[in-house]
């Protein structure tokens, strides 16, 4: 899972903090890598003191508002789960106060499963809606013009009518409330002027949507906005999908992602205990068809985040298809693996924890941060004697390290574009220009870690991207620079609906129903 860390981590050894001054944001910038620390003073009005309690305001649309605006603009993730594994409702409403200048009351289980729709869902369908905010208001100017926080409050109206389909005057009352009290009177009549076109239109069946006609770019353009997808990604997966496997593939990242918990073998924990678990929290569940160890959650995740069992390190978050990933390893006991992009090293903990306690992982990645946790975790799985970590540029720790191993493990830096159902935002963060820089550092990356495979050795090469062009084309540009390894096919390893007609190990999102993955298992012969 690599495609977490920003591309500039692998690209300068520089490091950037995140702000952590409150959003004081007015305007809306079209760049939207806006540091949340620039924007103009004076969201908080003179009238707003800190700590102010507010019960009026709907406390679930308060906190996905601030939310909102912090993953636009901050670059915080789209769900309510940090490092730790525990819920952050407290966390967020201290984001409100800071952000907004009053609190509202705290919020129970229903708002914190609202805040997780509404704000997911208004990330993923963020080029749809805003189609339609645009479309209903005077002119585009007084659209373009629109400051962020209001631009997040009209958002979430209309996400929760169209989409939801919410009781409108109620939503429109509620957000126009939350208008007046975080911004001024004249915010909330205009956020009243607005969701009332909405719900008239709406009612008269014509939204103002874009049809399907003229060339290719009009098409995808109209694609793009139907399906609220970037047009570059409409252009690539129609060009490799066709349109219809691509309406589709954006339908199923427009879903509501279901997770998977792996039980911990390292602490005694089968499938059946967390089976048994999940039965007593009453949370809907599905055994994986796939893994022994994995269980599939549609609804219910934040009880067991509250029940604790992520900080206890029972379980973890971790999708099937990178389980899969880990089947192509194939980790036994005593054997030496190289790990050579680790973090957040979801992949690293699964393989520790199949060593039984015999062997080791060799963790390397460059960012310091991600191994500090990664050497934390690892203590609470209890896996932390058959983990090392090594903090270092991968392509310039293989020019000088002799380390060899039968098994190496790169799991590269890629697009993310298999985990968008997922990663709601990353959609938004990615751009064609990004596909380039990623596959001449995943062929640096490989060319590195090729190093360290011994004589007979395997070298696995995974993404979470469904791209051809970072999978299957990057293996066969690998394999002209090193006729020296062959593909061996997975077979073995993984179930054969994952097994392509080259070889490799692929879980298609739509067919298969869960994150995308990629991984081809070479072997050095000489």
């Known amino acids: 899972m690599a495609h977490l860390l920003p591309l500039r981590v692998f ?3 520089q490091t950037q903090e995140t702000p952590s001054k409150p959003l004081k944001l007015s305007k809306r910038s079209n760049n939207h890598k806006t540091s949340i620390s620039t924007a ?17 305001v709907s406390p679930h649309r308060a906190v996905s508002a601030v939310r909102l605006m ?13 490092e730790k594994g525990k819920g952050s409702g407290d966390n967020e409403m201290g984001y409100v106060e800071r952000t907004l200048g009053f609190r509202t009351r705290d919020l129970d289980d229903r708002d914190l499963r609202l805040v997780t729709d509404i704000v997911g869902g208004t990330i993923r369908w963020r080029r749809y809606l805003d189609h339609l905010i645009g479309s209903l208001c005077h002119d585009e100017s007084m659209f373009r013009s629109m400051e962020p926080l209001l631009l997040q409050v009209l958002r979430i109206g209309f996400y929760e009518i169209v989409k939801l389909n919410m009781p409108p005057y109620a939503v429109v009352d509620e957000n126009v409330k939350l208008a007046k009290v975080a911004l001024r009177p004249g915010a909330g009549n205009m956020v009243n002027g607005i969701l009332r076109k909405l719900v008239l239109v709406k009612e008269n069946n014509s939204l103002p949507l874009p049809k399907l006609e003229g060339d290719s770019r009009t098409h995808a353009r109209a694609l793009a906005t139907l399906y609220s997808h970037p047009v570059w990604m409409v252009r690539r997966w129609t060009k490799y999908l066709g349109q219809e496997e691509a309406i589709q593939l954006m339908m199923w990242n427009n879903s509501d992602p279901s997770f998977s918990l792996r039980a911990n073998a390292a602490k005694g924990i089968t499938r059946d205990d967390l089976v048994m678990q999940l039965n007593s929290l009453k949370v809907p569940h599905e055994v994986s068809l796939h893994l022994d160890d994995f269980v599939r959650v549609k609804i219910g995740l934040q009880n067991v985040i509250r029940a604790g069992w992520l900080k206890e390190g029972l379980c973890s978050v971790q999708d099937e298809s990178a389980g899969l990933v880990v ?101 938004w963060n990615r751009r064609l220009e990004d596909m380039k820089q990623l596959k001449n550092l995943q062929d640096e990356l490989l060319d590195a870690a090729s190093t360290f495979v011994s004589s007979g050795g395997v070298l696995i090469y995974s993404t979470c991207s469904i791209d051809p062009e970072e999978n299957e084309d990057r293996v066969e540009a690998f394999l002209v620079r090193h006729p020296e390894f062959r593909i061996d096919p997975v077979n073995r390893y993984v179930p054969s609906d994952f097994v392509t007609k080259q070889g490799f190990y692929f879980s298609d999102p739509v067919k298969h129903s869960l994150d995308g993955a990629f991984a081809a298992h070479l072997v050095r012969t000489l």
């Not at 054997?335 to 690293?348: Q, R, V």
Request: charged content about 25%; glycine content about 10%; hydrophobic content about 35%.
């Open 70 to 82: 912090r993953i636009e603009f901050g670059g915080a993730f789209a769900d309510l789960l940090n």
């Open 327 to 427: 089947s192509v390893v194939d980790p036994q006991p005593g054997e030496d693996i190289i790990d050579c992009c680790a973090a957040p090293g979801g992949k690293t903990l699964y393989m520790a924890s199949r060593l039984r306690g015999k062997g080791k992982v060799h963790a390397i990645d460059i960012n310091k941060g991600c191994l500090r946790i990664l050497k934390e975790t690892a203590k609470l799985q209890k896996v932390d004697g058959v983990v090392d970590t090594i903090h270092a540029d991968l392509r310039t720790f293989a020019e000088n390290s002799p380390m060899k191993s039968g098994k190496v493990l790169l799991d590269a830096p890629c697009s993310g574009l298999g985990v968008l159902s997922k990663r709601a935002d990353l959609r």
């Open 40 to 56: 103009k003073k004076g969201l908080l009005s003179p009238s707003h003191k800190m700590h102010k309690l507010n019960l009026e």
């Open 11 to 13: 690209l300068s050894s």
